[in-house]
């Protein structure tokens, strides 16, 4: 009997276990408005982290479009790359009592207090894009995507380019950042091992602060002498750096370049023979995250994490698909 009484016991301790810390989850806190809440009903807070870059720009835009086409209604914040905005947009979304939270983060590290403090308001949170270092139980969900993922997919494109080694530089996102903590990671796992970086310099995923950075590289290192490829964490940057090449007298080609998103710019870069592969990462989460948000107001069960499905993009085909590129 005893024996019994233990089973049931941890029985019910491992679900408790397993629903705190992966897989399905039940909302924290339903609406007023569960079961039946529609997107009229929904007020959504997205404190984006900036205007950096063309994905951006598309992140931005698929948060506002989906809501009007929808009917939500959408409270949104610029925090210029700042988290300090961002954790201030947070707590006036928390005064106002919104529905659910979708959190951009900028940085990884940092967010343990005003997600308690949304936790508390029974505010759900869904971390969108990067990623956090928080403990699971402070969020609802993270919807975008696996940057390490990125980062292994590029270190493949140098691998396949050069079997026998090369020296490589990289031009790296916000430091701190979940998109260049996991694109730097899984570049550094995958690339084999006759190839070297040489330096790796952020520059914050902008196009004005790339510029400097490849500048300086390229009067310290001689292209096609010293490196031979570089690995860049976004197309805005990569189209900062390619100003600094030109400038130097670099050709399309000269060197192979990597880059991630898969922008217009990414894809336009491709077509000019500047880079030889984009590694994508899709902005448009906006219609995905509101339908996660809609679910967490009636109270039913969302997955903790949701990775998108993403590729790469290669020159032989950039021509062609420029023109369907919706960002
Ligand atoms: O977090 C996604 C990254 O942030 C994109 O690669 C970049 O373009 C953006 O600024």
């Keep these: ?95 106002q009592e919104v529905d659910v939270i979708g959190l951009p983060p900028v940085v990884e590290d940092g967010w343990e207090a005003v997600l308690t403090e949304a936790k508390n308001a029974g505010i759900p949170v869904i971390i969108v894009d990067r990623s956090v270092s928080a403990s699971k139980d402070l969020y609802a969900s993270h919807i975008g995507s696996d940057m390490k993922l ?30 260049a903590v996991g694109r730097a990671e899984g570049f550094r796992a995958k690339l084999n091992a006759k190839i070297e970086i040489i330096d790796s310099q952020t520059g914050n995923f902008t196009r004005a602060e790339a510029l400097p950075v490849m500048q300086a590289f390229l009067q310290k290192y001689k292209p096609g002498v010293d490196f031979q490829g570089i690995f860049i964490h976004n197309d805005d940057m990569g189209i900062g750096a390619i100003e600094a090449l030109k400038a130097a007298g670099v050709k399309p080609g000269d060197l192979f370049i990597v880059s991630v998103d898969g922008t217009r710019g990414g894809f336009q870069a491709m077509v000019d023979g500047w880079f030889q592969a984009d590694v994508e990462c899709n902005p448009l989460l906006g219609p995905q995250v509101y339908e996660m948000a809609l679910k967490l107001m009636n109270g039913q069960t969302i997955e903790r994490e949701v990775l998108t499905d993403e590729t790469v993009y290669y020159p032989a085909n950039a021509a062609e698909l420029l023109p369907t590129r919706k960002y």
């Design 150 to 179: 990125e980062g292994e997919r590029a270190a493949a494109e140098f691998n396949k380019q050069f079997p026998n080694g090369a020296k490589v530089l990289e031009l790296s996102g916000t430091t701190g950042s979940g998109a």
């Design 1 to 95: 009997m005893f024996r019994f009484k233990k089973h049931i016991l941890l029985i019910v301790v491992t679900a408790m276990l397993l629903a705190a810390c992966g897989g399905k989850a039940p909302a924290s806190e339903k609406a007023s408005c569960a079961p039946n809440c529609q997107y009229t009903d929904m007020t959504f807070c997205y404190p984006q982290l900036g205007a950096e870059s063309d994905w951006r720009t598309a992140n931005t835009a698929s948060f506002k479009e989906t809501a009007g086409e929808r009917g939500v209604r959408l409270i949104f914040s610029d925090a210029q790359q700042k988290q300090e905005n961002q954790i201030s947009a947070l707590r006036s979304c928390i005064q």
